[in-house]
């Protein structure tokens, strides 16, 4: 069994995916809803479970889940009614289950009594008393397993005296049913076998045949009989004929004259269908014989299944099943592809930029070729990109449970209402989904909704409402967790900024700035430190992964009428589409879907505002103007606005704003790099990537570089190393 | 020439077990998730024998099995059942479905071979 | 590991493993000459132009493509207050690896590649602790009256390439050191 040792890996990722799947059709459940697709699909999850389980030896999760799986089956086969607390039980069970696997797959002792109360919590609905024994080793499936394998050969060798050293010579007959070969047995092999196991001489009975115009083609018309010598046991001669005992008779005689015992020349015609059954059933009885009541449970269990396959068996196709034509892939495979596309992007726009100096007009072909190959290139791009899309609900899917959860722990009412869940973003950013959510809808939970008295003073249901969403905005993907709560307390959070001293007193906040402090690093409003929220680990960590990632986050609330937090992440970090501009000797790299325009300014349209910034009217507007080169330090840059361009940008949440660079050299597919791998995240940096030359440029974070220009007042100046050690620091704060 | 056995079941731990146990010992595998995607494989592939898990999504095994024994090209294609129910019944039901014989879950890797040697050689 | 090893790490390792000799590379700034463990580095390249990361201190030259990953490159004789290098093609980098992360070394010149026993190397004289200079250095070595400062690797521009926040992440610290 330690070749299939290997084969643990997959059992526990595919273990994780099936007790997803059980747990969201357990929270699905409730005696309103019975869904027999849900239910069986609950089932199949804990049955494959026990029976990977089962292979690797893993006992005591195997008769964890046993028992589990004979709920399961009670439920689907209408025996034990769906009550509310059936499902709270099958709910823990499944937790349960997922820490057997936890420890199975870190090799970890299970601590005694992990399986106690949930397993007497599933007996009671078994109509069983006391718990269950945990004698495991008479409960694994395996050793059972093993059982039957020993009472074959043992069967055998007490209908015969053990075989000694001599080789002995045996008859068999073999008389088969006509229809034999429509079970897709071929005595060939029978026969084959045999004549591996010595000398054989075999002789075939051809009296049945009928003539031919009687013969139906796929009948069997003939006998054998098998002249063996051989040192084989009976039961190793029985064996080949294991399947066919229905399908017609094996007679098998000793013709050896042996001293070990008078039945050994007795003729014995034995149907192998006895021998097969009397093999699985001293199985049953040993087990029980060892006196574990997990056993009575196991086979009782097994005749409800079969009785329910039975009745549910020809009929039901569940149709939520995704089959089809799928294939499986190692996501290494995909990522190597990935990287592969995306170094074959960059040897596009170095050919490009290559080839870029041409005389105009003198390689219409090449152009033409590399025009095409870029085109190729951006969909191969699509292509591979769309391989590792997933749709957001399989985060979302794990969200009921957090609400439950939650719900129970603070004693609200609340309902999960999602909506968009097939929207699909690339796995990266599925990955980097999961915390935020998570951070978002307890913020919601605790501190967003009342309790069910309190909505009922304030004249609302008594259950609360999360609404989680998701979908595609201008090539991103924005996710929104919104409530129908009291909204963001502002006079307590301003209140409470000031007393951690993350707002001077006094200070004069807009309502919006109010409820932005709810982000800043250390920032709670919890007097004690609850299990849920509080932890001073909340939404500051929440914006600064979020923002790590090339996303923003934004919270929209109404006094009394909720909250609303709205997250907007790129749809890949793999890829992305910009605009390469220069500042001085730099190049940067500004993502497509912050750009609104570029303009080249008059002097006339450029003004100073209270000699703070500088603004100028674009579109009957004026937007304040950023410097790059002063933003970053970069000397040599184009320091008059007029003589340079000006490239009108706006971000998620934050109004429009114009960067002042020397010149846009391009749009250019670029494969994002990580800035933080090897080194650290930057201000206004979102990554870096490598252009077509082999240099580096950064990718501009377009929010991050208007806090930086709102933090240094002046549309730009150089900050000290020691600032960059703080995170996407506080904008907010601007006392007067 | 190797012979090609199609395994079908809905755990991809179970499927690629026995996928790995079988090649080891000369076969081809091909694998299958449910019934409805074993009976696309057949059509596809020339198999030589059908290792069918029973209690699957979409088309269970022993529907698999009645599909194919009404199929004329797989009238007598061999079919095991693989189950870790072991009772007597669930392998009647089975066998009048026209399976050719049974594998009892958890296998372990000389067994399934050696079954799957008694059945298709 | 216990807290007794934790005030010590340099010298516990030494200990470990008295018997044992080991390579170090060594390369020149200036007048002085420096080591490092072998095993720790990646490869050594010729200089190559590097793109500028914003407002950074003089001594993080800024970030160059190494085979598709993007790497800081860091001068040594600015951090140790000697000025920024003036660079030409003779130049070279050392490319370290420590854990998973990899960073650059400007330094003037390879200079040779020795192999140490643990009981030669000197421990440093007692600089000014809060020194960044003297948070780098592990030992001191002399080989035919040249004096080698031994470097630790795992020390040196740790700080700078963030290693810190991305422990503190990793242990899920979570909250932001106060500015």
Redesign the interface.
């Given at each position: 069994?330690d070749?299939?040792s290997?084969?643990k890996q997959?059992?526990f990722?595919?273990s994780a995916e099936l007790l997803e799947v059980a747990e969201s059709g357990l929270l699905r459940l409730s005696p309103d809803n019975q869904d027999m697709d849900e239910i069986?699909?609950v089932f199949?999850a804990v049955?494959?479970i026990?029976?990977?389980g089962?292979?690797f030896g893993f006992t005591d999760l195997v008769a964890f889940a046993h028992e589990f799986e004979t709920v399961m089956d009670g439920v689907r086969s209408s025996t034990i009614p769906v009550t509310t607390d059936l499902v709270d039980t099958l709910i823990i069970a499944n937790d349960v289950l997922g820490r057997l696997i936890g420890h199975a797959q870190e090799n970890t002792p299970i601590p005694p009594g992990t399986t106690d109360a949930a397993a007497q919590a599933l007996c009671r609905f078994l109509g069983k008393t006391g718990a269950p024994t945990k004698s495991t080793d008479s409960a694994s499936?395996?050793a059972?397993?093993a059982t039957?394998?020993a009472t074959v050969a043992g069967a055998g060798a007490g209908a015969i005296p053990a075989a000694d050293d001599g080789r002995k010579t045996w008859c068999i007959r073999f008389t088969p049913k006509q229809d034999l070969?429509?079970?897709?047995?071929?005595p060939?092999?029978?026969l084959?076998?045999l004549e591996r196991m010595g000398e054989a001489t075999i002789d075939c009975d051809v009296s049945d045949l009928p003539s031919l115009d009687h013969m139906e083609p796929?009948n069997l018309y003939l006998k054998w009989t098998v002249q063996l010598l051989t040192d084989q046991t009976k039961a190793q001669i029985e064996?080949?004929f294991?399947?066919v005992a229905?399908e017609g008779v094996v007679e098998i005689t000793c013709l050896s004259e042996t001293a070990a015992g008078p039945t050994a020349a007795k003729t014995e015609t034995a149907s192998v269908g006895a021998v097969a059954?009397s093999g699985?059933r001293p199985?049953a009885d040993s087990g029980a014989a060892s006196g574990s009541g997990q056993l009575t449970v196991y086979?009782k269990s097994?005749?409800a299944?079969?009785?329910t396959?039975?009745n549910k068996?020809?009929g039901?196709?569940?149709p939520t099943?995704v089959?089809?034509?799928t294939i499986?892939v190692d996501l290494d495979k995909i990522d190597r592809l990935v990287n592969m596309v995306g170094e074959m992007v960059i040897t596009q726009a170095m050919v490009a930029e290559h080839l870029r100096d041409l005389p105009p007009g003198e390689f219409q072909e090449l152009l033409e070729g590399l025009e095409q190959l870029a085109q190729h290139t951006r969909e191969l791009r699509e292509s591979v990109m769309s391989i590792r899309a997933q749709p957001v609900g399989s985060v979302f899917s794990r969200m009921p449970r957090l609400v439950r959860d939650l719900a129970a722990e603070t004693g609200k009412d609340v309902v999960l209402e999602t909506s968009g869940e097939n929207t699909e973003v690339d796995k990266t950013v599925i990955e980097n989904l999961v915390d935020p959510l998570t951070h978002m809808i307890r913020n919601s939970i605790d501190h967003g909704l009342e309790t069910p008295d309190a909505r009922e003073a304030a004249g609302k249901p008594r259950t609360g409402i999360v609404h989680l969403s998701a979908q595609h905005r201008s090539g991103r993907i924005v996710i929104e967790v919104s409530d129908d709560g009291r909204g963001i307390n502002r006079p307590r959070v301003l209140e409470k900024a000031v007393e951690q001293g993350l707002v001077p007193a006094g200070a004069s906040l807009s309502d919006e700035d109010i409820d932005n402090l709810i982000f800043l690093p250390g920032f709670s409003t919890a007097d004690k430190v609850s299990n849920i929220s509080g932890r001073g680990v909340g939404m500051d960590v929440v914006r600064r992964n979020i923002s790590g990632l090339g996303g923003r986050i934004a919270v929209y609330s109404a006094p009394g009428q909720g909250s609303r937090f709205v997250l907007s992440l790129p749809l890949t970090l793999a890829v992305l589409d910009g605009m390469v501009i220069s500042v001085g000797a730099e190049r940067f790299v500004l993502p497509l879907t912050n750009i609104v325009e570029s303009l080249r300014p008059k002097h006339a349209d450029l003004h100073g505002l209270v000699n703070k910034c500088d603004v100028m009217m674009a579109r009957g507007e004026y937007v304040r103007l950023v410097y790059l080169h002063k933003l970053f330090g970069i000397p040599g840059a184009v320091e008059d606005a007029s003589k340079g361009l000006v490239v009108l940008v706006e971000s998620e949440g934050d109004g429009r704003l114009g960067l002042v660079v020397d010149e846009v050299l391009g749009q250019q597919q670029v494969v994002i790099k990580s800035l933080e791998a090897n080194f650290r995240r930057l201000d206004g940096v979102g990554a870096a990537t490598i252009l077509g030359d082999g240099r580096v440029a950064l990718i501009l974070d377009v929010a991050g570089l208007q806090e930086m220009s709102q933090h240094s007042g002046s549309g730009g100046g150089v900050r000290q190393i020691s600032d960059l050690a703080s995170p996407a620091a506080v904008p907010l704060l601007r006392a007067s | 020439m190797k012979k090609k056995v199609l395994t079908v079941d809905?755990?991809?731990?179970?499927r690629?077990?026995v996928s790995?146990?079988l090649k080891?010992a000369g076969y081809d595998v091909v694998e299958a998730?449910?019934g409805?995607?074993a009976l696309?494989a057949l059509g596809v592939n020339k198999v030589d024998l059908v290792i069918a898990d029973?209690?699957?999504?979409?088309?269970?095994g022993?529907?698999l099995i009645?599909r194919m024994?009404a199929t004329p090209a797989y009238?007598?294609?061999?079919?095991l059942m693989l189950t870790?129910?072991?009772?007597?019944?669930?392998k009647s039901?089975g066998?009048s479905a026209?399976?050719?014989?049974?594998i009892?879950?958890?296998?372990?890797?000389a067994?399934l071979i050696s079954v799957v040697?008694?059945?298709?050689? | 590991m216990s807290s007794n090893s934790l005030s010590v790490v340099g010298r516990t390792e030494m200990a470990a493993s008295t018997s044992h000799e080991e390579q170090y590379v060594t390369f020149t700034v200036g007048a002085e000459e420096y080591g490092v463990k072998i095993l720790s580095v990646r490869e050594i390249r010729g200089w190559t132009p590097e793109s500028r990361l914003p407002n950074l201190a003089d001594y993080v030259r800024g970030v160059v493509n190494l085979r598709g990953i993007i790497i800081p490159i860091f001068d040594l004789r600015a951090r140790f207050g000697g000025g920024c290098t003036e660079v030409t093609k003779l130049h070279v980098v050392v490319v370290i690896q420590v854990g998973e992360r990899t960073r650059g070394i400007l330094v003037d010149a390879i200079s040779d590649i020795l192999t140490i026993g643990h009981d030669q190397i000197k421990p440093p004289p007692t600089l000014d602790s809060s020194m960044v200079e003297a948070q780098y250095l592990s030992g001191l070595y002399t080989c035919d009256q040249r004096m080698v400062t031994l470097l630790d690797v795992t020390k040196l521009f740790a700080e700078e390439t963030g290693e810190e926040e991305h422990l503190a992440q990793r242990a899920n610290m979570g909250t932001a050191r106060a500015a």
């Amino acid at each position: 069994m330690d070749d299939l040792s290997q084969f643990k890996q997959t059992y526990f990722e595919e273990s994780a995916e099936l007790l997803e799947v059980a747990e969201s059709g357990l929270l699905r459940l409730s005696p309103d809803n019975q869904d027999m697709d849900e239910i069986n699909a609950v089932f199949r999850a804990v049955h494959s479970i026990k029976g990977g389980g089962g292979a690797f030896g893993f006992t005591d999760l195997v008769a964890f889940a046993h028992e589990f799986e004979t709920v399961m089956d009670g439920v689907r086969s209408s025996t034990i009614p769906v009550t509310t607390d059936l499902v709270d039980t099958l709910i823990i069970a499944n937790d349960v289950l997922g820490r057997l696997i936890g420890h199975a797959q870190e090799n970890t002792p299970i601590p005694p009594g992990t399986t106690d109360a949930a397993a007497q919590a599933l007996c009671r609905f078994l109509g069983k008393t006391g718990a269950p024994t945990k004698s495991t080793d008479s409960a694994s499936a395996e050793a059972t397993s093993a059982t039957a394998t020993a009472t074959v050969a043992g069967a055998g060798a007490g209908a015969i005296p053990a075989a000694d050293d001599g080789r002995k010579t045996w008859c068999i007959r073999f008389t088969p049913k006509q229809d034999l070969l429509l079970s897709g047995n071929d005595p060939s092999f029978m026969l084959r076998a045999l004549e591996r196991m010595g000398e054989a001489t075999i002789d075939c009975d051809v009296s049945d045949l009928p003539s031919l115009d009687h013969m139906e083609p796929e009948n069997l018309y003939l006998k054998w009989t098998v002249q063996l010598l051989t040192d084989q046991t009976k039961a190793q001669i029985e064996d080949p004929f294991e399947f066919v005992a229905e399908e017609g008779v094996v007679e098998i005689t000793c013709l050896s004259e042996t001293a070990a015992g008078p039945t050994a020349a007795k003729t014995e015609t034995a149907s192998v269908g006895a021998v097969a059954v009397s093999g699985s059933r001293p199985e049953a009885d040993s087990g029980a014989a060892s006196g574990s009541g997990q056993l009575t449970v196991y086979s009782k269990s097994g005749e409800a299944g079969a009785k329910t396959a039975a009745n549910k068996g020809a009929g039901g196709a569940p149709p939520t099943q995704v089959a089809g034509h799928t294939i499986r892939v190692d996501l290494d495979k995909i990522d190597r592809l990935v990287n592969m596309v995306g170094e074959m992007v960059i040897t596009q726009a170095m050919v490009a930029e290559h080839l870029r100096d041409l005389p105009p007009g003198e390689f219409q072909e090449l152009l033409e070729g590399l025009e095409q190959l870029a085109q190729h290139t951006r969909e191969l791009r699509e292509s591979v990109m769309s391989i590792r899309a997933q749709p957001v609900g399989s985060v979302f899917s794990r969200m009921p449970r957090l609400v439950r959860d939650l719900a129970a722990e603070t004693g609200k009412d609340v309902v999960l209402e999602t909506s968009g869940e097939n929207t699909e973003v690339d796995k990266t950013v599925i990955e980097n989904l999961v915390d935020p959510l998570t951070h978002m809808i307890r913020n919601s939970i605790d501190h967003g909704l009342e309790t069910p008295d309190a909505r009922e003073a304030a004249g609302k249901p008594r259950t609360g409402i999360v609404h989680l969403s998701a979908q595609h905005r201008s090539g991103r993907i924005v996710i929104e967790v919104s409530d129908d709560g009291r909204g963001i307390n502002r006079p307590r959070v301003l209140e409470k900024a000031v007393e951690q001293g993350l707002v001077p007193a006094g200070a004069s906040l807009s309502d919006e700035d109010i409820d932005n402090l709810i982000f800043l690093p250390g920032f709670s409003t919890a007097d004690k430190v609850s299990n849920i929220s509080g932890r001073g680990v909340g939404m500051d960590v929440v914006r600064r992964n979020i923002s790590g990632l090339g996303g923003r986050i934004a919270v929209y609330s109404a006094p009394g009428q909720g909250s609303r937090f709205v997250l907007s992440l790129p749809l890949t970090l793999a890829v992305l589409d910009g605009m390469v501009i220069s500042v001085g000797a730099e190049r940067f790299v500004l993502p497509l879907t912050n750009i609104v325009e570029s303009l080249r300014p008059k002097h006339a349209d450029l003004h100073g505002l209270v000699n703070k910034c500088d603004v100028m009217m674009a579109r009957g507007e004026y937007v304040r103007l950023v410097y790059l080169h002063k933003l970053f330090g970069i000397p040599g840059a184009v320091e008059d606005a007029s003589k340079g361009l000006v490239v009108l940008v706006e971000s998620e949440g934050d109004g429009r704003l114009g960067l002042v660079v020397d010149e846009v050299l391009g749009q250019q597919q670029v494969v994002i790099k990580s800035l933080e791998a090897n080194f650290r995240r930057l201000d206004g940096v979102g990554a870096a990537t490598i252009l077509g030359d082999g240099r580096v440029a950064l990718i501009l974070d377009v929010a991050g570089l208007q806090e930086m220009s709102q933090h240094s007042g002046s549309g730009g100046g150089v900050r000290q190393i020691s600032d960059l050690a703080s995170p996407a620091a506080v904008p907010l704060l601007r006392a007067s | 020439m190797k012979k090609k056995v199609l395994t079908v079941d809905d755990s991809r731990t179970m499927r690629e077990m026995v996928s790995f146990t079988l090649k080891g010992a000369g076969y081809d595998v091909v694998e299958a998730g449910d019934g409805q995607q074993a009976l696309n494989a057949l059509g596809v592939n020339k198999v030589d024998l059908v290792i069918a898990d029973l209690n699957m999504p979409v088309m269970d095994g022993i529907t698999l099995i009645k599909r194919m024994r009404a199929t004329p090209a797989y009238r007598t294609l061999p079919v095991l059942m693989l189950t870790t129910e072991s009772d007597d019944k669930k392998k009647s039901e089975g066998r009048s479905a026209g399976a050719t014989g049974w594998i009892v879950k958890p296998f372990d890797p000389a067994k399934l071979i050696s079954v799957v040697q008694k059945v298709c050689g | 590991m216990s807290s007794n090893s934790l005030s010590v790490v340099g010298r516990t390792e030494m200990a470990a493993s008295t018997s044992h000799e080991e390579q170090y590379v060594t390369f020149t700034v200036g007048a002085e000459e420096y080591g490092v463990k072998i095993l720790s580095v990646r490869e050594i390249r010729g200089w190559t132009p590097e793109s500028r990361l914003p407002n950074l201190a003089d001594y993080v030259r800024g970030v160059v493509n190494l085979r598709g990953i993007i790497i800081p490159i860091f001068d040594l004789r600015a951090r140790f207050g000697g000025g920024c290098t003036e660079v030409t093609k003779l130049h070279v980098v050392v490319v370290i690896q420590v854990g998973e992360r990899t960073r650059g070394i400007l330094v003037d010149a390879i200079s040779d590649i020795l192999t140490i026993g643990h009981d030669q190397i000197k421990p440093p004289p007692t600089l000014d602790s809060s020194m960044v200079e003297a948070q780098y250095l592990s030992g001191l070595y002399t080989c035919d009256q040249r004096m080698v400062t031994l470097l630790d690797v795992t020390k040196l521009f740790a700080e700078e390439t963030g290693e810190e926040e991305h422990l503190a992440q990793r242990a899920n610290m979570g909250t932001a050191r106060a500015a």
